[in-house]
């Protein structure tokens, strides 16, 4: 089966490096690993022609440890060997971000994924998050093309495990929600009956998408008025 191919805008010389070096794990790697966050609805927005859904600049990567044991060490020494260098460490939190002139790659893993497991050496640990086993159950590959020209293969979840995602994020305490809530509403409003027909929605997913609902119910946020059909899009969802 052909990737699906999509076109980026122009990008800033940072934003083109992070991808580069994605394009770079996804060769040498393989699977094991999908994009998440902002960029993860850049993607999808850049595919359906809806533009940038927030701005954002850096990357994300959740890595998954039931496909690929032990692939924290092996993705964060590929970081290493690639030119980046641990960032934001604080002396007991987990080691989240890795930086090279500006360009910035978060790498984090799901949540109960078992202390001995994620250590990356020197005792440092990866961030657990929600969101990142609903990310990597409903991963496939696309085809990103720069405006360089410059293409290479990624994992990314499918729209629906994408909104899914964002949806358990709303969980992370540490998080500020209120960008989930954009990204929630830029990919409900995208959603297509043709994106629920290929997905089995558990219930899981059913409480994911409840407690988003009530969030986007009770926020007050922008993003409100900027995704008008978003609402009754999870309503629809959750009934179905």
């Not at 994020?169 to 990204?183: E, F, I, K, V, W």
């Not at 009770?218 to 009934?239: F, I, S």
Request: glycine content about 12%; overall charge positive; proline content about 7%.
């Amino acid at each position: 089966m052909t990737a699906p191919r999509v076109l980026a805008p122009p990008l800033m010389p940072s934003a083109r490096s992070g991808w580069s070096t994605l394009f770079e794990v996804r060769r040498r790697l393989g699977r094991g690993w999908t994009v998440i966050g902002g960029q993860m609805a850049q993607l999808h927005s850049w595919e359906r022609g809806r533009g940038d859904p927030r701005p954002t600049t850096d990357l994300d990567a959740g890595l998954g440890y039931r496909e690929v044991p032990g692939i924290g060490v092996v993705l964060t020494g590929l970081l290493r060997d690639l030119g980046y260098r641990a960032g934001t460490i604080s002396p007991d939190g987990p080691q989240v971000r890795w930086v090279r002139e500006g360009s910035e790659i978060d790498v984090l893993i799901p949540r109960g994924s078992g202390r001995p497991r994620y250590d990356v050496g020197g005792g440092r640990r990866l961030m657990e998050s929600h969101g990142i086993q609903q990310a990597l159950d409903r991963t496939e590959e696309i085809e990103l093309v720069l405006h360089t020209g410059e293409s290479g293969l990624l994992p990314r979840p499918r729209l629906f495990g994408s909104l899914i995602a964002k949806c358990a994020a709303l969980s992370n305490t540490a998080d500020t929600p209120d960008r989930h809530l954009y990204d929630i509403g830029v990919m409900a409003e995208m959603l297509e009956p043709g994106d629920l027909a290929r997905e089995n929605i558990t219930r899981r997913d059913r409480v994911h998408l409840g407690r988003a609902l009530d969030r986007w119910e009770q926020g007050r946020g922008a993003w409100r008025d900027l995704y008008p059909r978003a609402l009754p899009a999870l309503e629809q969802v959750l009934n179905s």
